[in-house]
């Protein structure tokens, strides 16, 4: 293959010469620069000269029966914060958003939340035991699941602590760790409501208590109203089995509800008169609000989006001209209806385009097709879901939560583009 240098010569650096040597290098040009290009035929090697991978044959059918992604996107990765917990068993890994596109998350890198480590429970030995206050308590393999109607859905799946490092300021600079402790996978499953109707709910049966098959068991209490209502037993996700570390073979799925709920390496469902938590312990899950007192019970994922990309971990790096701004929103409270984006910290907004119509709970892909003028922005974005709910801004959260909370964090982010194409975590008043 020919060096693309020497094929610029070292002549005099015409406006041509670095054009060229911009495309050889594979540097985007500016939009006003494309007009160039048609003055006469670049020598560029990667469309003039046949490379390697058409030269010779590629892999067999049989080189990977389960296929990984390709070696180039080896960064597209979960990632660990490791001063967030002090070890990782009990621990949390960011799903890389910023590199994404779509909504699906790729099993392989959506975020784990474990507190005593992922666990490996073969189907063989797998068991679901429903009691309490039923009719009739229940066993069930991983083959009685499988003999139940299913149902097939999209949600996202965000752990309560999702941005809750952002509370007292801008700390953590990129998406993926802003707001990475979120997933959106199409489960299959049994409707929890049909294996309670099995077992026969009693009228006391206000509450169930689930608990995972882990040394932690993650023992959490869920209102009947939710149970019967949407909550599934899942054991496929993205249309595989569930990963491991997502709770193979059986996860709780609880649709719009903070992640903790969603209990891995599900054992045990309880009908209960109470919450559990009620007679044992108190919630650790609690958000600290602003004159000291606490707030409990906080289920529901309110309203969030975040701009994904130009961000800090994706810099602008083709100059001024087209740019694509796009971003995931979603809402635990039905279909996200629109998202709005600005430029400027939230003083003038334009609406997104939503790559297709909002899902209940489940995640929006958003595009703003934008001309880059190439001056600083900040950029923000607002989702509206369709209760009217508007995305609040992160002062306005703080004014009713104050600054100590940990969870329930969806406040607006502002990324602060540079006029080089760079970006960081910032916060502008509001
Ligand atoms: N059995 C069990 N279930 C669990 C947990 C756990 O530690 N054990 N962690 C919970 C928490 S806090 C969250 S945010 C979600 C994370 O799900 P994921 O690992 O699929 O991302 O699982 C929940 N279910
Ligand atoms: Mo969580």
Same mark, same amino acid.
């Given at each position: 293959?020919?060096?693309?240098?020497?094929?610029?010569? &070292?002549? /005099?650096?015409?406006?041509?010469?670095?054009?060229?040597?911009?495309?050889?290098? !594979?540097?985007?040009? *500016? =939009? #006003?620069?494309?007009?160039?290009?048609?003055?006469?035929?670049?020598?560029?090697?990667?469309?003039?000269?046949?490379?390697?991978?058409?030269?010779?044959?590629?892999?067999?059918?049989?080189?990977?029966?389960?296929?990984?992604?390709?070696?180039?996107?080896?960064?597209?990765?979960?990632?660990?914060?490791?001063?967030?917990? &002090?070890? /990782?068993?009990?621990?949390?890994?960011?799903?890389?958003?910023?590199?994404?596109? !779509?909504?699906?998350? *790729? =099993? #392989?890198?959506?975020?784990?939340?474990?507190?005593?480590?992922?666990?490996?429970?073969?189907?063989?030995?797998?068991?679901?035991?429903?009691?309490?206050?039923?009719?009739?308590?229940?066993?069930?393999?991983?083959?009685?699941?499988?003999?139940?109607?299913?149902?097939?859905?999209?949600?996202?799946?965000?752990?309560?602590?999702?941005?809750?490092?952002?509370?007292?300021?801008?700390?953590?600079?990129?998406?993926?760790?802003?707001?990475?402790?979120?997933?959106?996978?199409?489960?299959?499953?049994?409707?929890?409501?049909?294996?309670?109707?099995?077992?026969?709910?009693?009228?006391?049966?206000?509450?169930?208590?689930?608990?995972?098959?882990?040394?932690?068991?993650?023992?959490?209490?869920?209102?009947?109203?939710?149970?019967?209502?949407?909550?599934?037993?899942?054991?496929?996700?993205?249309?595989?089995?569930?990963?491991?570390?997502?709770?193979?073979?059986?996860?709780?799925?609880?649709?719009?509800?903070?992640?903790?709920?969603?209990?891995?390496?599900?054992?045990?469902?309880?009908?209960?008169?109470?919450?559990?938590?009620?007679?044992?312990?108190?919630?650790?899950?609690?958000?600290?609000?602003?004159?000291?007192?606490?707030?409990?019970?906080?289920?529901?994922?309110?309203?969030?989006?975040?701009?994904?990309?130009?961000?800090?971990?994706?810099?602008?790096?083709?100059?001024?001209?087209?740019?694509?701004?796009?971003?995931?929103?979603?809402?635990?409270?039905?279909?996200?209806?629109?998202?709005?984006?600005?430029?400027?910290?939230?003083?003038?907004?334009?609406?997104?385009?939503?790559?297709?119509?909002?899902?209940?709970?489940?995640?929006?892909?958003?595009?703003?097709?934008?001309?880059?003028?190439?001056?600083?922005?900040?950029?923000?974005?607002?989702?509206?879901?369709?209760?009217?709910?508007?995305?609040?801004?992160?002062?306005?959260?703080?004014?009713?939560?104050?600054?100590?909370?940990?969870?329930?964090?969806?406040?607006?982010?502002?990324?602060?583009?540079?006029?080089?194409?760079?970006?960081?975590?910032?916060?502008?008043?509001?």
């Amino acid at each position: 293959m020919s060096d693309p240098v020497s094929k610029i010569g &070292a002549g /005099v650096a015409t406006r041509r010469s670095v054009l060229r040597a911009g495309l050889a290098a !594979g540097v985007a040009l *500016p =939009a #006003g620069a494309l007009a160039a290009r048609a003055e006469g035929p670049v020598p560029d090697p990667l469309i003039t000269e046949v490379q390697d991978w058409a030269r010779y044959n590629g892999d067999g059918v049989d080189a990977f029966p389960y296929g990984t992604p390709i070696r180039f996107e080896s960064d597209v990765i979960r990632r660990n914060v490791p001063w967030l917990t &002090a070890d /990782v068993i009990s621990s949390i890994n960011f799903t890389p958003i910023h590199a994404l596109d !779509g909504t699906i998350t *790729p =099993a #392989g890198c959506s975020f784990e939340r474990h507190h005593s480590g992922a666990i490996e429970l073969a189907k063989p030995d797998y068991r679901l035991m429903l009691n309490g206050l039923v009719d009739r308590p229940l066993v069930f393999t991983y083959d009685d699941l499988m003999r139940f109607p299913r149902e097939q859905r999209v949600y996202f799946c965000e752990c309560a602590a999702n941005s809750g490092m952002e509370w007292a300021g801008a700390q953590l600079n990129g998406s993926q760790y802003t707001h990475g402790m979120i997933h959106n996978m199409e489960y299959v499953g049994v409707k929890l409501s049909t294996l309670l109707e099995e077992a026969g709910v009693q009228p006391e049966g206000e509450w169930i208590y689930v608990e995972g098959a882990d040394a932690s068991s993650n023992g959490r209490s869920i209102p009947m109203e939710k149970a019967m209502d949407d909550v599934m037993v899942a054991f496929k996700a993205n249309g595989e089995a569930l990963r491991k570390e997502h709770g193979y073979p059986v996860r709780l799925v609880v649709p719009g509800w903070e992640g903790n709920l969603w209990i891995k390496w599900l054992r045990r469902i309880e009908v209960t008169d109470v919450p559990v938590q009620a007679r044992e312990e108190t919630s650790k899950y609690t958000d600290t609000l602003a004159d000291g007192t606490s707030r409990k019970w906080t289920w529901v994922m309110d309203a969030k989006s975040v701009v994904t990309a130009p961000s800090p971990q994706v810099p602008i790096t083709h100059g001024p001209g087209p740019l694509v701004i796009t971003g995931l929103a979603w809402s635990g409270r039905g279909a996200i209806t629109r998202v709005d984006v600005s430029i400027d910290g939230g003083r003038n907004w334009r609406e997104a385009r939503l790559a297709a119509p909002g899902q209940s709970m489940a995640m929006t892909r958003f595009y703003l097709d934008f001309d880059w003028d190439g001056s600083e922005m900040l950029l923000q974005s607002r989702a509206i879901d369709e209760t009217g709910y508007v995305q609040p801004t992160k002062d306005a959260l703080r004014e009713i939560r104050g600054t100590n909370s940990i969870y329930h964090n969806n406040g607006i982010q502002t990324w602060w583009i540079k006029e080089d194409g760079s970006a960081e975590n910032v916060e502008v008043s509001s």
